[in-house]
């Protein structure tokens, strides 16, 4: 029984976490502004320098009130990302103006809840223009959208921290004029789900898709006697257990999306690790031009010629251009066997000069090589505060 002590409390809190709310959309506003200055006087997004001092002086004051230095720094962490993301956007979107629509189509696996509903939804929060829907059923329908100009933009998972690459849609890339226009990531947390009050002694049937199923391999090695079935989507397997209504059947999939189909969570942090993110891709039918103070990544293709070191020889050119390397996949060539396809992602801009005359080399020394897009990245690793560690001591 809530006491009306309790409910004063409460209400204390509630308007505490009202005023912070507010204070962070201040924080974003003026945020906002520094983008403008930095678009003014092409000064680069990222200013780790600040951000250190910024943190240390957080936690300094932090400590004053009593918080935990681990606290300040995890909260400030998520602020600080959050306003690097959307400058980077603000500044994308003022170098593409033409990109910016009315109407954002975007494609994506599956339906209302499933992950790459939910890294839709995050992706085009941060820009303009409204959000139409399209869940499809496949990959190959997904590209097909957007080469047909059904949809504008195509949001596709391309590897995941615990079940690796996903080659599907290496292989559709390999086949599409699409270029890639954005990326993010999304953190992938397992909860099971049922539409009833059970609990996970009952289930019988379990329901997701089957990259789910590889995350969580070890949960399942301990489940026992329960039947699998895989689904297309996590979104089907939700709503596969929202249309059951049975105490016996459950589905794996975030909580967020379950939260859509009415479902509750029986038990959470079901992945084999921990720490478990998808990386996803946005393609369009135009490539983007991503200004130089924004920090950038650019993905392209190439397969080498049959000689020993080939591979090695490609690699150097990047290695001597010192432009750094942080993706390199390798996928069958249909109908050529035994030949690869490899897909690099490397750090930089495609107008900056090294890189350039790295593709130049690599087209002119390679069987084929191709661009399949220059985005801004989205992989924001926080900023390490040397001092931090002395402090919590
Ligand atoms: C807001 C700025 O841009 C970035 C974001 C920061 C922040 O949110 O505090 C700090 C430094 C920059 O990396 C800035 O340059 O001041």
């Known amino acids: 029984m809530v006491t009306d002590a309790l409910n004063d409390i ?100 599956g339906d209302k809840g499933s992950y790459s509903y939910l890294a839709t939804q995050k992706y085009f929060s941060r820009r303009p223009g409204e959000l139409m829907e399209i869940g499809c059923q496949s990959f190959a329908d997904i590209i097909n959208k957007v080469e047909t100009n059904e949809a504008d933009y195509a949001v596709l998972p391309i590897e995941n921290t615990s079940s690796g690459s996903i080659n599907e849609v290496y292989d559709q890339l390999q086949h599409t004029h699409l270029s890639i226009i954005g990326e993010l990531t ?68 975030s909580e967020a999306g379950g939260a859509l189909y009415g479902l509750n969570v029986i038990k959470s942090n079901l992945a084999n690790q921990k720490e478990n993110h998808s990386r996803f891709i946005v ?48 996928r069958p060539i249909n109908g050529n066997p035994w030949e690869e396809m490899f897909y690099i992602d490397v750090e930089g801009n495609i107008e900056d000069g090294p890189m350039q005359q790295a593709i130049e080399e690599l087209s002119a020394t390679t069987r084929y090589c191709k661009v399949l897009g220059c985005y801004p990245s989205e992989e924001i690793s926080p900023t390490k505060v040397a001092a931090v560690n002395a402090l919590i001591k």
Do not use: W
Request: charged share 20%; with cysteine.
């Open 10 to 109: 409460r209400q204390a809190i509630s308007e505490i976490d009202s005023q912070v709310l507010a204070l962070l959309a201040k924080r974003q506003g003026l945020t906002n502004h520094v983008a403008e200055t930095k678009i003014k006087h092409h000064i680069p997004v990222r200013d780790q320098k600040r951000e250190e001092q910024l943190l240390l002086s957080l936690i300094k004051q932090g400590q004053q009130h009593g918080l935990d230095p681990h606290y300040v720094t995890q909260l400030f962490h998520v602020v600080i990302e959050d306003s690097v993301l959307n400058q980077q956007a603000m500044l994308a979107q003022r170098a593409n103006p033409e990109s910016a629509l009315p109407l954002n189509r975007v494609a994506f696996l």
């Open 283 to 330: 393609v369009a039918r135009k490539p983007v031009k991503v200004p130089l103070q924004v920090p950038s990544k650019t993905t392209f293709i190439m397969s080498t010629v049959q000689k020993p070191g080939a591979l090695v020889d490609a690699l150097l050119i990047l290695k001597d251009k010192d432009i750094n390397m942080t993706k390199l996949e390798s």
């Open 186 to 253: 999304h953190p992938i947390k397992h909860a099971m789900l049922t539409a009833c009050d059970t609990d996970i002694a009952q289930i019988k049937v379990l329901y997701a898709h089957p990259q789910v199923f590889a995350q969580c391999s070890h949960f399942l090695a301990e489940l026992g006697n329960v039947e699998v079935k895989p689904c297309d989507s996590t979104s089907a397997a939700m709503l596969a257990v929202a249309e059951a209504n049975s105490p016996v059947v459950a589905a794996i999939g």
